[in-house]
């Protein structure tokens, strides 16, 4: 595991620090190997009961890193990590929080649609530019950011990659609260996170299960995935995502 993922542990919380700045947290196939990794350790160690996702620098995540994705996608021998973490993410049963202290792009916005408390930077903006980039929704976004804002809206962000700032995505259920003060963000998030892993563990997972439609989820994601890695090969996205390298 390189130092772009950072891990914690304390208090019974693992916290996963995205530690990229200099490419504002963009997440490489490599990355979402060692968060799923690291997930999956959290998910048979009796001792962490609360998952906290935390980022270094302006970005919470920049989303995916386009040239990893772009060879990933030209190399028949790769398989997209990010795909099997949508996946794990839906499933996963124990506790996430999220401390988002700057913006967050695609996946950076919609894995907090699987986080059970959100903080987040009022000046933080969520976008999700999969329609501008060629493809489609991930995580299972097209049936939870539907659920959490309304069709239109949704269709906004997804389609006319029209953004949400923090004290909106507070004002449609997406985040808890947000603060003028980055340092707040996370600070409330780390303890909030410890106050969750002091709750009843057993009690804890099946809220966290009865509240979440799963099956539905899982399905959605399974569905997403397919339209992804088709709309990844594809003529139409592979111009785009070359054009946006070219411009970088």
Known sequence: MDN??????????????????????????AMYHDIQTAMQ??????????VLFSANGDFFTAGNDIADFVEISQNADLTFNSLDFVKFLGEFPKPIVAS??????????????????????K????????VNLGLVPEAG???????????????????????????????FGIANTAFDNADDVLATARQKAVELANKPVQAVLQTK????????????????????????????????????????
């Open 100 to 121: 988002v202290t700057g913006s967050a792009v695609g996946i950076g916005t919609t894995m907090l649609l699987h986080s059970d408390l959100v903080y987040i930077s």
């Open 41 to 50: 350790n959290a998910l048979h160690d009796d001792n962490i009961k609360v």
């Open 209 to 248: 299960a009865l509240m979440r439609h799963t099956t539905a989820i899982l399905a959605k994601i399974h569905q997403e995935n397919a339209c992804f890695a088709e709309r990844l090969q594809s003529e139409e996205a592979q111009m785009i995502l070359q054009q946006f390298l070219t411009k970088k």
């Open 141 to 171: 976004s097209s049936l939870l950011l539907t659920e959490r804002i309304g069709y239109n809206r949704a269709f906004s962000m997804f389609v006319m990659n029209e953004g949400l700032i923090g004290e909106q995505a507070v004002n």
């Open 4 to 29: 772009h993922i950072i891990l914690q542990n304390h208090d019974g919380v693992l916290e996963i620090i995205f530690n990229r700045p200099n490419k504002k947290n963009a997440i490489t196939n």
């Open 123 to 130: 000046t933080a903006k969520l976008l999700t530019p999969f």
